[in-house]
């Protein structure tokens, strides 16, 4: 306890209203906006708990539409067609709208991002003077028909197909397969008037791999066009405002002129044309214009867990757990206990940390997709970061919403407190747009392979092979740790070899040079355990089988890095003053607190001594309890609107 | 790699019907009684996603109430008034009833075990005469009303009050503060007639702490009656077939013979009488014969998540997920993936640890209230085990549904495959009968003073108090770490500090001394942290916030003890042959998990070298590997009914 009463580093204070402004960044009016837009829908809340399900649909597109005629959701449409020219700002918006009901927020990203995001991405000039104009103002309504029943991550292997007659200059798109139904489709069940249907592209009797093409579904009335079947997916966890549903094509037929053709086309007479002459690497370029919706899923996933955290962190704040009636202990609120600091504040720092990193990653998507860098290599990051990036914001959104949950006893599971919507919509938010594992996968793939293949691709036997085809010094040198050693080393007092002692626990370079060890350490091991197992002799399946684990949780501890230099890289360039003290120690908690739940790997690897290990354990109560004042403003600077909390048994009917 | 390719042990096998037998255990009837009638109400999992919410309140209510007529759910109730006469069939029934609907299940508990519980075991003859056959039929409906809005884990101090007036022989019972309204009570908001009402007795002028009385809420047509007000909490996350609600009280008059006067009465001229003097142990003794309610919410916790685990390990049997094409890869499941095993079967490992320790504890649970075992001692070690194996248990339910449900991918989202009810009924588990937290926190307080005070007299300046008033002799005596130690090194070749070595890895003597020593080293040295504290002149609510993590964690570490023990003696008991080594292998996989978890623990402590917490780990991996043959089996073995899984898209339609 001897530690419990060193001297104490300064108070903490915050201004709320400049937090908010650091927060909110470059883009501060977009989000200020979809803020005040917000309370006006704070009803659908309420609808998504009363209203039976189709009409509680109809209610999310009316919203939907009316929140289009605003404005706010197109930000990153052309000019010309309506929209706002400026795709970092659209993000801004999305992340905001996400306070909100999330049936809205899908519904809209299924619109604009997804369907809209692949007319503009994957069409040309034809089908933006088509569609845009109409699908940016809600008047067509449409769906992403990728995913299928049985081909869920590996979407190169669809079975829908979409077969060129050069007599009749159409395109017959069929569903080969009970497995090759579109399935999960958002916008489907319901509301879509056409889709962008994803199938393998024949001509000739030749196989050109997936394209995307517009398909219509339903007539003006909404009746379901011939040859294409609809089945309602029903009722699911959460989102039921939106209408996910099945689509089957039985020998449906578009004209030529339906194909998305940015990357590629087939000419009148049947001849199929494209600059990429690599049918995988043609696909995948096709997939990384929709880097987007990653980014967007992340963002909402953040939000979320602000959401959870305003309310938990709040009722904290107000109630007392147990009126002892003794002197000493009548005013202990429930955010006094030690333990359920430590419950809230690691989270609320890691919910900073990755809001920082969101805001790293938009500003990226920003300058690629407006052509303020243009280069491949920067593309493949981008890829790669907002794929990782969407992994950990959404499971910290679904870990911060239960532990918040669970945070407030059984009110929290009384609907009107919000968390049973934040659970359930969220959900799924681990799952689509990739599903996590199989992202971090991706991510793992391309730092072991140095992006040598296609992002999307995830040929584990090709990169099982092409690993272990490195010669071993090229695997060796994969990884820095000797020099990263050595900076870990530099950071300590006096470069020493003590790493016994507490000092420099606070300082970024150590945070820092922790991480890379780490992430450098695992990529170097996965690569010699997949050389190892394959020059043992043993098939690359059984080998990737084994050492994937090991490839995932490299990736982990890379992007985990790359969020904590976004935190480091914004804490750096605030100002001198209240708000960057406390950003200081929101990021010594979140770096703290990853090396503490990683504080066995760091032993194991020698780089954290067991009296170190401990330190860091009571430096990260230490700062729990330096938090615990500033809890409430670090909460209300999320500035979620207060209609949209919601919660009047745990915060007071004046919430 | 090398110790991949080690001698492998022998390959594993599984009579799924002898697992299940011995699953069952001494209860195998009542099992399979319940096992059969559940199919029938299959369709009530499907009404619980299409019904409007008193519609399905209504339902669930008629189930139960068939369910009743069947007998099965009143195996715990004497046989003169129409019951079992057996309370460990009857735990065994409910466990077993959680494969099903679990609003029905919550429905069941409601009548059955907490309003039922209650007038069993606090009421007397005049009370048992009057309900219990009844109750029993489900002619009459209850609830038991003991929360408050303003109390929920410290339910000593409810609000509450009913007044004796010896004029007219009857108590007057009153909601004194909004806190005081009751809160989140099941059966209230519709269906109860009557409750269990909680209440400061107030008898001549002094109070006597809370004691429980019988009130009329509703007439026989359901209206509810003067001075009583009832608000429906509304829509929850799930359970939507229970109606919870709040109540209120203005001045209701019930006879004096509604006092439950097992422990305590009052005479008609107004004399407080009980044999128990201090108000306290006298609640808490009450309070005590409740212990079944957190037994049974276990049970089904585990019963969840066996649910979930046979659909998550069904799914990853027959799904492929990436059909590379290669040779070599075709064929992979997507249990053949190492991360895949990593997530699904430790976790098995878990459910069945949990499963025998939730067996010792019925059989404990048993033995006590049959007065086979009647000193107080075992009524202490009871209701400390029920608490430690409830929080275990429900935490169990959240952690696996929610892994399996990520596991089965955007399939698992859909409502027809059961993860969504699953995952939103047994939410709120982790809360009721207990938050999970204050749970551990009443062991640890068991554990810290030797079970000197009350078992749920949650008083945390009290116990600081008592364990700073020990002399420094008696705290260091707390702790056997130092035999411990020799303990491990017994188990260890050669009794060595060879800590480096992987030897004894699968040794359950081993397991057992590092689950010990880590225990004891806890309780140890919370009791050292708060005796220094309060010797150091901080105040005790300060000193207990700070040590609150460490007291919660020593009750964990000791819970799970009790788990490890549970399995190892029942592995222990099993005859040789295939199910023991199949024991033997999930025991290994239980154990090795839960020290690997707590790896940075082990090595700050000495207790685990870098080289031999690497070796855990890659026995893990091994034991995932050795139990993937057989891991449909595993869950087979549960016997779930098939019409209870649903989820068409994940098994097929056959499924």
Same mark, same amino acid.
């Given at each position: 306890?001897?530690?419990?009463?060193?001297?104490?580093?300064?108070?903490?204070?915050?201004?709320?209203?400049?937090?908010?402004?650091?927060?909110?960044?470059?883009?501060?009016?977009?989000?200020?906006?979809?803020?005040?837009?917000?309370?006006?829908?704070?009803?659908?809340?309420?609808?998504?708990?009363?209203?039976?399900?189709?009409?509680?649909?109809?209610?999310?597109?009316?919203?939907?539409?009316?929140?289009?005629?605003?404005?706010?959701?197109?930000?990153?449409?052309?000019?010309?067609?309506?929209?706002?020219?400026?795709?970092?700002?659209?993000?801004?918006?999305?992340?905001?709208?996400?306070?909100?009901?999330?049936?809205?927020?899908?519904?809209?990203?299924?619109?604009?991002?997804?369907?809209?995001?692949?007319?503009?991405?994957?069409?040309?000039?034809?089908?933006?003077?088509?569609?845009?104009?109409?699908?940016?103002?809600?008047?067509?309504?449409?769906?992403?028909?990728?995913?299928?029943?049985?081909?869920?991550?590996?979407?190169?292997?669809?079975?829908?197909?979409?077969?060129?007659?050069?007599?009749?200059?159409?395109?017959?798109?069929?569903?080969?397969?009970?497995?090759?139904?579109?399935?999960?489709?958002?916008?489907?069940?319901?509301?879509? %008037?056409? =889709?962008? @249907?994803?199938? !393998?592209?024949?001509? *000739?009797? &030749?196989?050109?791999?997936?394209?995307? /093409?517009?398909?219509?579904?339903?007539?003006?009335?909404?009746?379901?066009?011939?040859?294409?079947?609809?089945?309602?997916?029903?009722?699911?966890?959460?989102?039921?405002?939106?209408?996910?549903?099945?689509?089957?094509?039985?020998?449906?037929?578009?004209?030529?002129?339906?194909?998305?053709?940015?990357?590629?086309?087939?000419?009148?007479?049947?001849?199929?044309?494209?600059?990429?002459?690599?049918?995988?690497?043609?696909?995948?370029?096709?997939?990384?214009?929709?880097?987007?919706?990653?980014?967007?899923?992340?963002?909402?996933?953040?939000?979320?867990?602000?959401?959870?955290?305003?309310?938990?962190? %709040?009722? =904290?704040? @107000?109630?007392? !757990?147990?009126?002892? *009636?003794? &002197?000493?202990?009548?005013?202990?609120? /429930?955010?006094?206990?030690?333990?359920?600091?430590?419950?809230?504040?690691?989270?609320?720092?890691?919910?900073?940390?990755?809001?920082?990193?969101?805001?790293?990653?938009?500003?990226?998507?920003?300058?690629?997709?407006?052509?303020?860098?243009?280069?491949?290599?920067?593309?493949?990051?981008?890829?790669?970061?907002?794929?990782?990036?969407?992994?950990?914001?959404?499971?910290?959104?679904?870990?911060?919403?239960?532990?918040?949950?669970?945070?407030?006893?059984?009110?929290?599971?009384?609907?009107?407190?919000?968390?049973?919507?934040?659970?359930?919509?969220?959900?799924?938010?681990?799952?689509?747009?990739?599903?996590?594992?199989?992202?971090?996968?991706?991510?793992?793939? *391309?730092?072991?392979?140095?992006?040598?293949?296609?992002?999307?691709?995830?040929?584990?036997?090709?990169?099982?092979?092409?690993?272990?085809?490195?010669?071993?010094?090229?695997?060796?040198?994969?990884?820095?740790?000797?020099?990263?050693?050595?900076?870990?080393?530099?950071?300590?007092?006096?470069?020493?070899?003590?790493?016994?002692?507490?000092?420099?626990?606070?300082?970024?370079?150590?945070?820092?040079?922790?991480?890379?060890?780490?992430?450098?350490?695992?990529?170097?091991?996965?690569?010699?355990?997949?050389?190892?197992?394959?020059?043992?002799?043993?098939?690359?399946?059984?080998?990737?089988?084994?050492?994937?684990?090991?490839?995932?949780?490299?990736?982990?501890?890379?992007?985990?890095?790359?969020?904590?230099?976004?935190?480091?890289?914004?804490?750096?360039?605030?100002?001198?003053?209240?708000?960057?003290?406390?950003?200081?120690?929101?990021?010594?908690?979140?770096?703290?607190?990853?090396?503490?739940?990683?504080?066995?790997?760091?032993?194991?690897?020698?780089?954290?001594?067991?009296?170190?290990?401990?330190?860091?354990?009571?430096?990260?109560?230490?700062?729990?309890?330096?938090?615990?004042?500033?809890?409430?403003?670090?909460?209300?600077?999320?500035?979620?609107?207060?209609?949209?909390?919601?919660?009047?048994?745990?915060?007071?009917?004046?919430?």
């Amino acid at each position: 306890m001897a530690d419990e009463t060193t001297t104490a580093p300064p108070d903490l204070a915050v201004d709320v209203t400049a937090l908010t402004a650091l927060l909110d960044g470059q883009h501060a009016d977009i989000r200020r906006t979809v803020r005040e837009l917000l309370p006006a829908y704070a009803s659908v809340l309420e609808d998504a708990e009363t209203m039976p399900r189709d009409e509680f649909r109809d209610r999310v597109r009316d919203v939907v539409l009316e929140i289009a005629d605003t404005g706010a959701v197109a930000m990153g449409f052309p000019s010309e067609y309506g929209g706002g020219g400026d795709l970092g700002a659209s993000i801004a918006a999305f992340e905001t709208l996400a306070y909100g009901d999330l049936s809205v927020l899908v519904k809209v990203g299924v619109q604009f991002g997804l369907f809209g995001g692949a007319i503009l991405q994957l069409g040309t000039d034809r089908h933006h003077d088509a569609y845009l104009s109409d699908l940016i103002s809600g008047r067509l309504l449409g769906c992403f028909a990728m995913t299928e029943t049985g081909h869920g991550s590996n979407v190169q292997a669809l079975g829908t197909v979409a077969t060129y007659h050069p007599e009749t200059s159409e395109f017959v798109i069929t569903t080969t397969t009970p497995d090759a139904g579109k399935d999960y489709i958002g916008n489907a069940a319901r509301h879509a %008037r056409v =889709g962008v @249907v994803f199938a !393998q592209l024949e001509v *000739g009797g &030749e196989g050109h791999g997936v394209h995307a /093409l517009v398909v219509p579904l339903r007539d003006e009335q909404g009746a379901v066009l011939p040859g294409v079947r609809i089945e309602d997916d029903g009722h699911k966890m959460g989102l039921n405002g939106v209408d996910n549903g099945r689509i089957w094509f039985d020998g449906v037929r578009v004209p030529r002129e339906a194909l998305l053709n940015r990357f590629a086309d087939v000419t009148e007479d049947g001849t199929y044309t494209s600059d990429i002459e690599s049918p995988g690497r043609r696909f995948f370029t096709m997939l990384g214009t929709l880097v987007q919706g990653r980014v967007s899923v992340g963002a909402a996933g953040v939000s979320a867990a602000k959401v959870a955290l305003t309310i938990a962190v %709040r009722y =904290g704040l @107000v109630r007392r !757990q147990f009126d002892t *009636g003794a &002197e000493d202990g009548a005013e202990q609120r /429930l955010l006094d206990y030690g333990l359920h600091q430590r419950r809230l504040l690691p989270r609320l720092a890691r919910t900073y940390a990755l809001h920082f990193a969101q805001q790293v990653l938009a500003a990226d998507l920003h300058d690629v997709f407006s052509g303020i860098t243009a280069d491949e290599d920067a593309r493949r990051l981008l890829e790669s970061r907002a794929a990782g990036t969407k992994a950990l914001s959404t499971w910290l959104a679904t870990d911060v919403v239960q532990e918040c949950r669970e945070a407030c006893g059984g009110a929290g599971y009384l609907s009107v407190n919000r968390f049973a919507a934040l659970k359930a919509d969220t959900d799924v938010f681990t799952t689509f747009e990739g599903d996590n594992h199989v992202l971090l996968q991706l991510v793992g793939k *391309g730092l072991l392979t140095d992006y040598a293949s296609d992002f999307s691709d995830l040929d584990q036997l090709g990169m099982v092979r092409f690993v272990a085809g490195l010669a071993v010094e090229t695997v060796l040198e994969r990884t820095r740790v000797h020099q990263l050693l050595e900076q870990i080393r530099e950071v300590l007092p006096g470069g020493s070899d003590d790493w016994d002692t507490d000092s420099g626990l606070l300082d970024p370079d150590y945070h820092l040079a922790m991480f890379r060890f780490r992430e450098e350490h695992r990529i170097g091991g996965a690569a010699r355990r997949l050389k190892r197992g394959v020059d043992a002799g043993m098939n690359p399946g059984e080998v990737f089988s084994r050492v994937q684990d090991h490839v995932i949780s490299a990736a982990h501890a890379h992007v985990e890095r790359l969020v904590l230099e976004s935190f480091v890289e914004k804490v750096a360039a605030t100002e001198d003053g209240e708000l960057k003290l406390v950003l200081n120690a929101l990021c010594d908690l979140f770096a703290l607190s990853v090396i503490e739940a990683d504080a066995a790997w760091f032993m194991e690897h020698g780089r954290l001594s067991a009296q170190r290990s401990k330190a860091v354990t009571r430096e990260v109560a230490d700062l729990c309890r330096r938090l615990r004042p500033v809890a409430g403003e670090l909460v209300d600077a999320f500035a979620v609107p207060v209609e949209l909390l919601r919660s009047p048994d745990l915060l007071g009917p004046d919430a």
